[in-house]
């Protein structure tokens, strides 16, 4: 039932408008969806960015320059009485680049430095879809008792305000239990 108070404003509506917003909010799409499948000491992640990259970073592509995503992760021992111990930290660099001459992009995954996949293909399309969808990567889980949380975030690009102060274009921290072992 929709009241009326002073100046036209109408209860239900604000409330109404204020509902809605929350179920969009709740409703929309993650920044960054990450599975995990466990194994005997390894842990298999697959990163998939689930929104709209940086107009920059797409220009630039298609413009022939490098550009690349890097994942962060980050694995915790999470201990309830003390803070949180970091277990190992990894970095998944996925790097394109347009060949002026062939019109192909040239498109490298790297963990911690060493090449995971390569490969070339033939569109600015494919190419992002590449880049947004890396391979599934392996890390090495430890042995444990306590759980363990895993930390994964996307970083496009650095801007700089006033000439020196960087800011770094990415995805908000995505948080994960990191399943048993059945």
Same mark, same amino acid.
């Given at each position: 039932?929709? &009241?009326?108070?002073?100046?036209?404003?109408?209860?239900?509506?604000?409330?109404?408008?204020?509902?809605?917003?929350?179920?969009?909010?709740?409703?929309?799409? !993650?920044?960054?969806?990450?599975?995990?499948?466990?194994?005997?000491?390894?842990?298999?992640?697959?990163?998939?960015?689930?929104?709209?990259?940086?107009?920059?970073?797409?220009?630039?592509?298609?413009?022939?320059?490098?550009?690349?995503?890097?994942?962060?992760?980050?694995?915790?021992?999470?201990?309830?009485?003390?803070?949180?111990?970091?277990?190992?930290?990894?970095?998944?660099?996925?790097?394109?680049?347009?060949?002026?001459?062939?019109?192909?992009?040239?498109?490298?995954?790297?963990?911690?430095?060493?090449?995971?996949?390569?490969?070339?293909?033939?569109?600015?399309?494919?190419?992002?879809?590449?880049?947004?969808?890396?391979?599934?990567?392996?890390?090495?889980?430890?042995?444990?008792?306590?759980?363990?949380?895993?930390?994964? &975030?996307?970083?496009?690009?650095?801007?700089?305000?006033?000439?020196?102060? !960087?800011?770094?274009?990415?995805?908000?921290?995505?948080?994960?239990?990191?399943?048993?072992?059945?």
């Amino acid at each position: 039932m929709a &009241r009326e108070f002073g100046f036209g404003l109408v209860w239900y509506d604000c409330h109404t408008m204020f509902l809605a917003a929350i179920l969009l909010a709740a409703v929309a799409a !993650p920044d960054l969806d990450v599975l995990l499948t466990p194994a005997p000491g390894r842990l298999a992640v697959q990163v998939v960015v689930g929104r709209a990259l940086p107009s920059e970073w797409t220009e630039a592509l298609a413009a022939g320059a490098p550009v690349s995503i890097t994942y962060r992760l980050r694995l915790y021992r999470n201990r309830h009485w003390l803070w949180d111990q970091r277990v190992a930290a990894h970095e998944l660099v996925v790097k394109a680049q347009r060949d002026p001459l062939t019109g192909v992009f040239s498109l490298v995954a790297e963990l911690d430095g060493e090449i995971l996949a390569s490969g070339q293909v033939g569109t600015l399309e494919e190419a992002v879809r590449w880049v947004t969808h890396p391979p599934p990567s392996e890390v090495a889980v430890p042995l444990r008792r306590e759980p363990l949380l895993l930390f994964v &975030r996307a970083e496009f690009l650095t801007r700089y305000k006033l000439l020196v102060i !960087p800011t770094t274009v990415g995805t908000d921290w995505v948080q994960l239990s990191v399943p048993e072992l059945p």
